[in-house]
Every structure is written in C-alpha cells, then in structure tokens.
C-alpha cells in the first residue's frame, strides 16, 4: 500500500499521457463533434484528479462519519469540484451517445441497403 502511495502520481500521470495521447490519435483519424466533447470530458476529469495529486491540496475533506464536508482554502471548493466533475461526465456521456446515434444510423443505412448520407 506504501508503494501505490508514494507511486501514486506518477501512475496517474501515465495514464494521463496515454489517454491523452490515445485520445489524440482518435481525434486525428475522425474528427467530429463526439470525439472532442470525449477529450474534452476526459481532460477535465483528469484534470480534478491530477490537481490533488500534483499540488497535494484537496477540494474536501472526510469527517469522522466518512462523510464529505467543505473545506474553503484550496485550489478548487467543494462545489466547483462537483460542478466541474458534473460537466465532465456530462461531455463524456453527449460523446458517446452521439457516437452511439451515428453508429445506429449507419447500421440501419446499411441493412436498408441505401448508401446516401
């Protein structure tokens, strides 16, 4: 548990470089509105979970229920934490719904037999 402890960013920061390369390269074959809203989720999302780790200041902390209470000095607050992580998912979630919509459509394009965008 020490070593996951003292090693802990940089393993984040790993795989922060090979998201966001991976991300990249994605972004590079196919570029459309659905990939850039998953970069962007993910680079927010990474974005919450490196700050911690980097500047060793977090938005919360546990009281003695096990319970998240506000705390006003830090990088972020609390509520900008939640608020950040809400747009984030909610990037990551439109990309792959729209990715799941055009996935759909050119499924149903195919088995109709019509070949019109």
């Known amino acids: 548990m020490e070593l996951m402890a003292n090693y802990s960013i940089y393993i984040m920061l790993f795989f922060i470089v090979v998201t966001s390369i991976a991300t990249g390269i994605i972004f590079i074959q196919n570029k459309s509105a659905s990939n850039a809203l998953l970069f962007a989720g993910f680079a927010l999302h990474a974005f919450i979970f490196i700050t911690p780790l980097v500047f060793n200041i ?51 394009r195919r088995s109709s037999g019509t070949n019109n965008p």
């Open 58 to 108: 977090s938005p919360m902390e546990l009281n003695e229920n096990n319970e998240a209470v506000k705390r006003m000095e830090g990088f972020l607050s609390f509520y900008q934490t939640i608020l950040i992580e809400l747009i984030a998912y909610s990037f990551i979630t439109l990309g792959f719904v729209i990715n799941a919509y055009s996935t759909i459509k050119n499924l149903t």
